[in-house]
């Protein structure tokens, strides 16, 4: 569709997406809204969830110290005092973590995790919008993948760190194509850089390290079909590696303390193979691809295959 100059924020992307982005932020709030305007104070998630017993106390620690003045580099109140800034999940210098500044621990979390359910949606949504897709199958696929099972019911298993991480990577993949194939590339890959960023400083560094493979698959591609010539290829690379050296300079701060707060995890007394061998699912379990509840499921405690490790998700 043509716009005029005036009305253009990108050759992709027009004031009339601006509806559908807010539509898609507010699905997030509509879904959570009997916990965001409950009369009584609570959390979403399962009664036991990691955000009741974990971050919950956690939020109130390293923002209820910031509160008053104090960095939490450590946290005395865990076994005989733990680092508390280097671990990641702490998430402590996470922008939109500002809301456990402003409303008291438990509203923080609600809206945090509506907010980003709403964002997942949206950045879906810009992706789709950059690889050329229309509004309304670019807004289907936003609501797919924000309340897809994966977001939700890592809300109810209470995984905030996950529901924080996920939805900056369709918005980095959108940024990585425009940095491609867009106008305004320079401008493109430091969005690129921030959007990594974001997801880094999140706090689950696993979905993470899944998506950086990800985008340098989906980059790689990308740049050998749209590269016209061996110069443009160089051009594009040399963005792309800006875009790595800001977004590692932002997250430097973090990412330091972090890789040494893991060395003392004790998850290096175990030899790594072994670690992984604990976890894994058996290849059988590649049918649940097509059949979901191919083995039963969790929720009638009628799984009947050989391994039971995060199948709510």
């Known amino acids: 569709m043509s716009s005029s100059p005036s009305t253009r924020t990108d050759e992709w992307l027009t004031r009339h997406d601006l509806p559908v982005l807010l539509g898609l932020m507010l699905l997030g709030f509509a879904l959570l809204a009997p916990s965001l305007f ?12 990691d955000v009741a017993r974990e971050f919950f106390g956690g939020r109130a620690f390293g923002f209820g110290s910031l509160a008053r003045g104090v960095f939490p580099f450590w946290n ?47 950045g879906t949504y810009l992706f ?8 309304l199958p670019a807004a289907l696929a936003g609501v797919v993948f924000g309340w897809s099972a994966h977001l939700v019911l890592a809300v109810y298993a209470g995984h905030l760190s996950n529901v924080c991480t996920i939805p900056w990577i369709p918005l980095s993949l959108a940024a990585l194509e425009r940095t491609l194939t867009g106008g305004r590339r320079g401008l493109a890959a430091v969005a690129l850089a921030w959007a990594v960023a974001l997801m880094v400083l999140a706090g689950h560094l696993q979905y993470v390290a899944f998506a950086m493979v990800g985008m340098a698959v989906y980059g790689g ?16 690379a040399g963005r792309l590696a800006a875009a790595g050296a800001l977004g590692a300079a932002l997250v430097a701060v973090q990412v330091v303390p972090t890789f040494e707060f893991f060395t003392h995890s004790v998850r290096q007394a175990v030899e790594a193979r072994e670690w992984v061998r604990w976890f894994h699912l058996p290849p059988e379990n590649l049918a649940t691809l097509v059949v979901p509840d191919l083995f039963g499921n969790h929720l009638g405690s009628t799984y009947w295959g050989r391994f039971f490790w995060r199948l709510y998700t």
């Open 76 to 122: 005395p109140y865990l076994f005989g005092g733990t680092p508390y800034f280097a671990n990641p999940q702490s998430a402590l210098l996470y922008p939109l973590n500002f809301l456990f500044l402003a409303l008291p621990v438990w509203a923080a979390i609600n809206v945090t995790v509506a907010l980003h359910l709403g964002l997942a949606a949206s």
């Open 38 to 49: 409950s009369a009584s104070p609570g959390v979403v998630g399962h009664p036991y969830s």
């Open 128 to 135: 789709g919008r950059s690889v050329g897709m229309g509004r």
């Open 221 to 236: 591609v990308r740049l050998a079909q749209t590269a016209e010539s061996k110069e443009a290829a160089l051009r594009a």
